[in-house]
């Protein structure tokens, strides 16, 4: 089924980040970790991530925006308040996980975000940790947010602002090795397909089991 709602809502949460909130229509149902098709006009629909809970009257989505690529995100970038966007049925990508390591880069952070404010509700999240990835510090966005709900076990990477605080570069194993305080733990992976390729290959060989890297659906 294909529904069609007016955007509520649009806010900037970084120089290429945006919140758009449309109101959840009669008897859609989700659950955190799922992703619907956005149709914009004169663009082919592509894939975006619900950030928040399934309870409550609207769905919300945050997304990075590439305004060089002349395609959807720029479309979307451009979308005023009562405007109307097309989305399909909801599909899933990822699902909680209790003790997980949430390894994510940019905005493949998004399927996370409405699954670690479900376990921070259920009281599940104490025992998580997240490893988030940025190019740069004003790519980074709800950083407010994280660093309340995960407090130290938020890690926040900066991977190519030499002179940030938290500059490393790309995570590698070294880094992995250090941050990750148990083997047994699954390890939630995404960003773009070469951090996934990456991550993957990286998990495995300081001796991550394959059954516990989760790529996501
Ligand atoms: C399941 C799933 C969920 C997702 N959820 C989210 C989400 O919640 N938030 C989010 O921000 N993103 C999400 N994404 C990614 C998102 O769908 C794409 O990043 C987005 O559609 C790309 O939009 P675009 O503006 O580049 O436009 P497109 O219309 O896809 O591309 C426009 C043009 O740019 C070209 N192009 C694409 N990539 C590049 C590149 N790297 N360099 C040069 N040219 C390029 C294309 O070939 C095309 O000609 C998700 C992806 C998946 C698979």
Known sequence: MQYNEKVKTINWLAHNVIQLEVPK??????????AVEIKVAGQDPGPFTITNLPNGDKLEFVIRIY???HGKTEAISKLKVGEEIGFTEPFNTFQPQKRAI???GGTG?????????????EGTLAD???FFSNKTRKDLFLEEELSDMLGDHFHNIIAE??????????????WLKNHIDDLSRPV??????????????????IGVKEGLIDLGS
């Open 109 to 121: 952070i998004t399927p996370f975000i409405a699954i670690m404010r479900q376990m921070q509700k």
């Open 25 to 34: 229509p009669e008897g859609f149902k989700f659950s955190v970790g799922d």
């Open 128 to 130: 998580c940790h997240l």
């Open 188 to 205: 939630l992976v995404c960003g773009p397909p070469a951090f996934n390729k990456a991550m993957a290959k990286a998990l495995k060989s």
């Open 161 to 174: 602002e030499r002179d940030d605080p938290d500059y490393y570069g790309n995570i590698d194993e070294a």
């Open 102 to 104: 949430f390894l994510t």
């Open 67 to 69: 305004p060089e690529h």
